[in-house]
């Protein structure tokens, strides 16, 4: 499968943004992505719940100036095909580790926000050979149950999509621009209800404290205020991470994008 897109720009307008979308099948289950650029270390950028690649736009083309930059659309999102299925960060791993033997990625440096955030880490944790080093954008991850319990049992409720609502409202901040803002929720309640509830609730199905203990490569993380606030212990909890504090809301890759493309580019160079 291959294709275009175009993708509202800030302003709300259309810009004229458009790439190939390429796709890979997993046994019947086709995987988009884009590939752009060349030059290492590669970078694997993943989306987060109910996303696709494209919010990645701000970063895929300033990064592919001096690396290979692979972009997915995990099962369920965007364009790769959505079964009727059970969503686990596990299967989502699997995915990735799979694509990236299919596409030749030696030792990428994963990039994920929120959920991306939390299979960036299990996927470090569960194949220490495979990523050279992680990004972790506003992640899902070290967050307390008191915290996640709420949004994991009302992805079980009678009206998901609802709670997802209010939720995606919560990501949004005084500074968001409107656009962005009307963007969250057109793509993101796009997402068709069985991978929105399965995948929900999964983001919390980890042991995220062992997990992130668990990984052995250089860990950035880079966080808006209040996840950012629970992260502020992940350097205490493994000595391989570090923490960078944005004042924006949770898509910090649009809402902040010159300065966490400046984080990516010193963090890329210096893992090189």
Known sequence: MSGTFAIPGESGDTTAMAREVRS???DGVGLGYVEVGAGTPAVL??????????????????????????AV??????????????????GFVDDLVWLAGELGLDRP????????????TLL????????????????????????YAPMRDAMR??????FAATLIDSFVVESTTPALAREYHERMLATPEHVMTSAGVAIWGIDQWATFRAVQVPILIVSAPGL???????????????????????FVQLERPAELNRLLIDFLAATA
């Open 24 to 26: 890979r099948e997993r």
């Open 45 to 70: 950028l993943v989306h987060g719940w109910c996303c696709d690649h494209r919010f990645w736009r701000e970063q895929i083309d300033v990064l592919a100036r001096g690396h290979r930059v692979v």
């Open 73 to 90: 659309d995990l099962r369920g999102h965007g364009t790769s095909d959505k079964p009727h299925q059970t969503y686990t960060m596990e």
């Open 109 to 120: 440096v994963v990039v994920g926000h929120s959920m991306g955030g939390t299979i960036a």
């Open 124 to 147: 470090a944790a569960r194949h220490p050979g495979l990523a050279r080093a992680l990004v972790l954008v506003d992640p899902a991850i070290l967050v307390p149950e008191d915290h």
């Open 157 to 162: 409720g009678p009206d998901p999509k609802a």
């Open 228 to 250: 950012g606030d629970m992260h502020r212990a992940a350097p205490d909890l493994n000595p391989h991470a570090r923490l960078h504090l944005l004042d924006c809301g949770h």
